[in-house]
């Protein structure tokens, strides 16, 4: 876990020091890992993607395409799955809120 973490945190650190100059080869370099980000995919609010990192933070979030009828049938499955773990633990949040 510990590794897991220094790896990531290297990634944003990575991504937080570019520095411009030719898009093409920054584009090819730019710092990436799976990480579990507000960003709504097939409405589901949070869900781990690649997510890109430049000199501002988060520059964006891969898409999730290409995907083979039974890796679309388990990624639904998946997300329907993460919605309703989200819809639990926001539940639980606002009923514990002080």
Not at 56 to 81: A, C, H, W, Y
Request: aromatic letters at 12%.
């Amino acid at each position: 876990m510990a590794y897991s973490a220094a790896e990531f945190i290297d990634t944003v650190i990575r991504g937080l020091q570019q520095q411009g100059g030719d898009y093409q080869q920054q584009k090819k370099a730019t710092p990436s890992a799976c990480a579990y980000v507000n960003w709504p995919y097939q409405g589901c609010e949070f869900f781990a993607q690649v997510t890109s990192f430049g000199p501002e933070g988060i520059e964006g979030v891969q898409p999730i395409d290409n995907l083979s009828p039974f890796e679309e049938k388990r990624m639904i499955e998946t997300v329907n799955k993460v919605k309703g773990d989200v819809e639990k633990g926001m539940a639980y949040v606002e009923a514990h809120q002080n």
